[in-house]
């Protein structure tokens, strides 16, 4: 026998025994996660383990193409290729002790949390895994970035400029989400937390200063800024004290990249975890990376990454360029000219949005890297359903008559307060600084204004009763003094326009408690939430002084935002849009501390609910035509170029290497875990992809020509990093085309020229 078959042999068997050996780890860690309980003191690895620790990535990009963008709600803003791809990232904590008690956490880069998603995410997985991942302790939270896919919510109102409900989106969504969860229960493994802070002061910046004035004094006296400028940062180890990713709390808008932008992306939050996850494994695509990076969302309401202000563009205007009004952020009395600038706005969006990117991923490198607070004890959930006002039906003569029941509760002082049923006032249409209104609508317009609503905007005053019916005088009273503009707790065709119920839920692990929010709290919302809890699970026993307690939203439903009642006073954007009227920041701080008492480690049963809010998904209705089929121009084929690299001479860092192809429609095959592009090196005569359509480097863009006749174009860009390696490179494109008859959908390939970069 020859000895390079002895040799091959021995490697083999060597190469068995390992995979062996890891298989049987990979079986033992099963058990130990899936198993009932372990017993106290047991000990993994010759030491107790505290947690057991599970981390997963999974790809949630929708259709990246004739799809509104869910964020900025502009008809205008319908997305015409892609930038990075969005990805929902899961982290699973296990009571080592007593792994059925856990913990899943979605992190997905959305605009938010939806109660249809995530009713059938909880369906999913709590089919696959049975008794362990449950309604109470699954949290589904959106990074709330403005740049990502649309359609997906349950309710009409955010389906409006998305032409309705886009099935395609919410499938992704759901299935990368679902994916995600089982790569991190799959690789659930005996570790450690740890937990610490850093200050990210060029971060953010709060975009309605005036609102936030509104707030006493003595309490904005405790405080340096008027946004959180505080990181939170949760560190994921293994057994042997090695990161494998982390969580992080950080409040800031996904508002980086402005609604001029229709290339799908994750905005700024997304990129923070591209460059983390990619500094950590380098040699990894984006998506397959083992270490897992999650950039979460806080009290982000009054938030803005666009941290040089607020500035006139008025052309012609003696106001250009001046400041926004202070009070009503207009110029000229009106708000279409009034934005927000990014630290990198004479550059580009993309440039602010690296910039923003870039800052919370140095606050996680630094908090990595520095000494933490271990964290020990118990995994605990609660979840419950919150019915911010209920409706009765009766039937008379063919007509719906609602009833209301409007949700009381008891403030600290004794007064009795209530909620009311969903509302948005004048201010909404107002917009923000990041994404500002349009006629003439502008932010702070109240019913204590001199000029009566009725005299400012009559047409709207008059067609607004034709879009959601026209309040009464309770509803009216009980969202004063908010001036009503959409009454949608009252519009229920053809299917409910606002969410009614919420999802109330916090997670436990040890000393830190997350509170998953069903909206967007302002900065001093965020802030007495926070500090109401601490002080009940203190005060309840439940925790000691070493109680750390974070936001993370908008979650599970989207319930709009979530500002102070002196804020609420001036009704600037977040007040409008505060839907369940002045005492909503209370209603939620009565909920969450009465739920303390069951994060105690000896809780047992669960609390009382209102029912969950009704699927509404079946109602739901789409005005997005399907593709039809596409055809290549005469004599020419799928994925043939029509415009070339350069060849004559080499590119070099810093220039955009692009070439045009004979494109299809890129919803016939969303290529979830897969990628619409790639730059490919030749090295040893073998070509090698280096990047994919997930690197920010890379855009891909379609363009239809002809409708009738079905053809379009797609352009693929590169733009070379500086430290490239010289060489020879090429561009691939990846489409798919639907066949004119039949509707058979093919998949095809494009390949540039070989180009050098010097």
Same mark, same amino acid.
């Given at each position: 026998?020859?000895?390079?078959?002895?040799?091959?042999?021995?490697?083999?068997?060597?190469?068995?025994?390992?995979?062996?050996?890891?298989k049987l780890f990979t079986c033992l860690t099963f058990?130990?996660?899936?198993?009932?309980?372990?017993?106290?003191?047991?000990?993994?690895?010759?030491?107790?383990?505290?947690?057991?620790?599970?981390?997963?990535?999974?790809?949630?990009?929708?259709?990246?193409?004739?799809?509104?963008?869910?964020?900025?709600?502009?008809?205008?803003?319908?997305?015409?290729?892609?930038?990075?791809?969005?990805?929902?990232?899961?982290?699973?904590?296990?009571?080592?002790?007593?792994?059925?008690?856990?913990?899943?956490?979605?992190?997905?880069?959305?605009?938010?949390?939806?109660?249809?998603?995530?009713?059938?995410?909880?369906?999913?997985?709590?089919?696959?895994?049975?008794?362990?991942?449950?309604?109470?302790?699954?949290?589904?939270?959106?990074?709330?970035?403005?740049?990502?896919?649309?359609?997906?919510?349950?309710?009409?109102?955010?389906?409006?400029?998305?032409?309705?409900?886009?099935?395609?989106?919410?499938?992704?969504?759901?299935?990368?989400?679902?994916?995600?969860?089982?790569?991190?229960?799959?690789?659930?493994?005996?570790?450690?937390?740890?937990?610490?802070?850093?200050?990210?002061?060029?971060?953010?910046?709060?975009?309605?200063?005036?609102?936030?004035?509104?707030?006493?004094?003595?309490?904005?006296?405790?405080?340096?800024?008027?946004?959180?400028?505080?990181?939170?940062?949760?560190?994921?180890?293994?057994?042997?004290?090695?990161?494998?990713?982390?969580?992080?709390?950080?409040?800031?808008?996904?508002?980086?990249?402005?609604?001029?932008?229709?290339?799908?992306?994750?905005?700024?939050?997304?990129?923070?975890?591209?460059?983390?996850?990619?500094?950590?494994?380098?040699?990894?695509?984006? $998506?397959? &990376? %083992?270490?897992?990076? @999650?950039?979460?969302?806080?009290?982000? #309401? *009054?938030?803005?990454?666009?941290?040089?202000?607020?500035f006139c563009e008025s052309p012609g205007q003696p106001?250009?360029?001046?400041?926004?009004?202070?009070?009503?952020?207009?110029?000229?009395?009106?708000?279409?000219?009034?934005?927000?600038?990014?630290?990198?706005?004479?550059?580009?969006?993309?440039?602010?949005?690296?910039?923003?990117?870039?800052?919370?991923?140095?606050?996680?490198?630094?908090?990595?890297?520095?000494?933490?607070?271990?964290?020990?004890?118990?995994?605990?959930?609660?979840?419950?359903?919150?019915?911010?006002?209920?409706?009765?039906?009766?039937?008379?003569?063919?007509?719906?008559?609602?009833?209301?029941?409007?949700?009381?509760?008891?403030?600290?002082?004794?007064?009795?307060?209530?909620?009311?049923?969903?509302?948005?006032?004048?201010?909404?249409? $107002?917009? &923000? %600084?990041?994404?500002? @209104?349009?006629?003439?609508?502008?932010? #702070? *317009?109240?019913?204590?204004?001199?000029?009566?609503?009725?005299?400012?905007?009559?047409?709207?005053?008059?067609?607004?009763?034709?879009?959601?019916?026209?309040?009464?005088?309770?509803?009216?009273?009980?969202?004063?003094?908010?001036?009503?503009?959409?009454?949608?707790?009252?519009?229920?065709?053809?299917?409910?326009?606002?969410?009614?119920?919420?999802?109330?839920?916090?997670?436990?692990?040890?000393?830190?408690?997350?509170?998953?929010?069903?909206?967007?709290?302002?900065?001093?919302?965020?802030?007495?939430?926070?500090?109401?809890?601490?002080?009940?699970?203190?005060?309840?026993?439940?925790?000691?002084?070493?109680?750390?307690?974070?936001?993370?939203?908008?979650?599970?439903?989207?319930?709009?935002?979530?500002?102070?009642?002196?804020?609420?006073?001036?009704?600037?954007?977040?007040?409008?849009?505060?839907?369940?009227?002045?005492?909503?920041?209370?209603?939620?701080?009565?909920?969450?501390?009465?739920?303390?008492?069951?994060?105690?480690?000896?809780?047992?049963?669960?609390?009382?609910?209102?029912?969950?809010?009704?699927?509404?998904?079946?109602?739901?209705?789409?005005?997005?035509?399907?593709?039809?089929?596409?055809?290549?121009?005469?004599?020419?084929?799928?994925?043939?170029?029509?415009?070339?690299?350069?060849?004559?001479?080499?590119?070099?860092?810093?220039?955009?290497?692009?070439?045009?192809?004979?494109?299809?429609?890129?919803?016939?095959?969303?290529?979830?875990?897969?990628?619409?592009?790639?730059?490919?090196?030749?090295?040893?005569?073998?070509?090698?992809?280096?990047?994919?359509?997930?690197?920010?480097?890379?855009?891909?863009?379609?363009?239809?020509?002809?409708?009738?006749?079905?053809?379009?174009?797609?352009?693929?860009?590169?733009?070379?990093?500086?430290?490239?390696?010289?060489?020879?490179?090429?561009?691939?494109?990846?489409?798919?085309?639907?066949?004119?008859?039949?509707?058979?959908?093919?998949?095809?390939?494009?390949?540039?020229?070989?180009?050098?970069?010097?």
């Amino acid at each position: 026998m020859p000895v390079a078959y002895l040799v091959f042999s021995a490697h083999e068997l060597a190469m068995t025994i390992v995979e062996l050996a890891r298989k049987l780890f990979t079986c033992l860690t099963f058990f130990l996660a899936t198993g009932p309980f372990l017993p106290n003191g047991a000990h993994i690895g010759g030491a107790r383990a505290q947690y057991l620790l599970g981390l997963g990535i999974g790809d949630v990009t929708g259709p990246v193409v004739e799809t509104n963008m869910m964020g900025y709600a502009s008809l205008a803003q319908t997305d015409t290729g892609l930038h990075m791809r969005q990805r929902s990232r899961v982290f699973i904590i296990a009571d080592a002790s007593n792994p059925s008690d856990r913990i899943l956490f979605i992190n997905s880069d959305i605009c938010m949390g939806d109660t249809g998603v995530r009713r059938t995410v909880v369906a999913e997985l709590s089919s696959q895994f049975p008794g362990l991942y449950t309604n109470e302790n699954i949290a589904f939270v959106g990074t709330h970035q403005h740049s990502g896919v649309g359609g997906y919510l349950e309710d009409l109102l955010p389906q409006l400029t998305a032409l309705g409900y886009v099935n395609a989106s919410a499938q992704a969504i759901i299935q990368g989400t679902v994916l995600a969860a089982q790569r991190a229960h799959a690789n659930l493994a005996p570790g450690s937390l740890s937990v610490g802070n850093t200050s990210i002061v060029d971060g953010n910046l709060n975009r309605s200063p005036f609102a936030y004035l509104q707030n006493p004094a003595e309490e904005r006296a405790r405080y340096e800024y008027n946004q959180d400028k505080e990181m939170t940062l949760v560190r994921f180890d293994d057994a042997s004290g090695n990161a494998r990713g982390f969580l992080s709390f950080f409040a800031v808008h996904g508002t980086s990249l402005y609604e001029n932008n229709t290339l799908v992306s994750g905005d700024n939050k997304g990129m923070a975890a591209y460059l983390y996850e990619s500094m950590v494994e380098p040699n990894s695509m984006p $998506g397959n &990376t %083992t270490f897992v990076a @999650g950039f979460v969302q806080a009290n982000v #309401g *009054d938030t803005s990454p666009n941290t040089l202000g607020a500035f006139c563009e008025s052309p012609g205007q003696p106001w250009d360029g001046q400041p926004c009004e202070f009070e009503h952020s207009t110029c000229g009395n009106t708000t279409e000219d009034c934005h927000g600038r990014g630290p990198g706005f004479r550059v580009s969006d993309f440039e602010s949005n690296s910039i923003i990117g870039g800052l919370q991923f140095q606050g996680a490198e630094t908090i990595m890297s520095a000494s933490r607070s271990s964290i020990s004890g118990p995994v605990k959930s609660v979840h419950t359903y919150l019915n911010m006002c209920a409706f009765f039906c009766a039937f008379f003569f063919a007509a719906t008559v609602f009833f209301l029941s409007f949700h009381s509760f008891t403030l600290p002082n004794g007064t009795t307060v209530q909620t009311c049923p969903p509302a948005l006032g004048f201010g909404f249409a $107002g917009g &923000t %600084t990041d994404g500002p @209104g349009a006629f003439d609508f502008v932010q #702070g *317009d109240n019913t204590s204004d001199s000029q009566c609503v009725e005299e400012k905007n009559p047409f709207w005053e008059l067609v607004k009763g034709f879009i959601t019916p026209n309040p009464d005088e309770q509803q009216a009273a009980c969202q004063s003094p908010k001036p009503i503009l959409l009454n949608t707790g009252y519009a229920h065709l053809p299917y409910k326009w606002s969410p009614s119920t919420v999802d109330i839920q916090m997670l436990r692990v040890g000393s830190f408690v997350m509170l998953i929010m069903p909206g967007e709290l302002t900065t001093m919302a965020g802030r007495r939430i926070r500090e109401a809890v601490r002080a009940e699970l203190i005060s309840q026993g439940v925790l000691g002084n070493d109680a750390y307690v974070v936001v993370a939203g908008p979650a599970n439903t989207y319930g709009h935002y979530i500002a102070t009642r002196e804020e609420y006073s001036v009704q600037r954007y977040e007040g409008a849009s505060t839907l369940f009227g002045p005492f909503t920041l209370e209603s939620y701080i009565d909920k969450y501390t009465s739920l303390v008492p069951f994060l105690a480690e000896n809780a047992t049963g669960t609390p009382a609910s209102d029912a969950a809010p009704a699927e509404q998904t079946s109602k739901a209705i789409s005005l997005q035509t399907a593709v039809v089929f596409d055809a290549p121009p005469f004599f020419k084929s799928f994925g043939d170029v029509l415009t070339d690299v350069q060849t004559s001479s080499a590119y070099s860092a810093g220039q955009t290497v692009s070439a045009q192809f004979v494109g299809a429609n890129p919803r016939n095959n969303l290529r979830l875990e897969g990628t619409f592009l790639t730059v490919d090196q030749l090295a040893s005569g073998k070509w090698t992809t280096v990047k994919s359509d997930s690197h920010p480097s890379t855009t891909y863009q379609w363009v239809r020509n002809d409708t009738i006749l079905g053809t379009s174009t797609v352009t693929i860009s590169w733009t070379i990093e500086s430290g490239t390696p010289a060489g020879t490179y090429r561009l691939r494109y990846f489409g798919d085309a639907k066949a004119v008859f039949g509707g058979a959908i093919s998949a095809f390939t494009g390949t540039s020229s070989s180009f050098t970069v010097e």
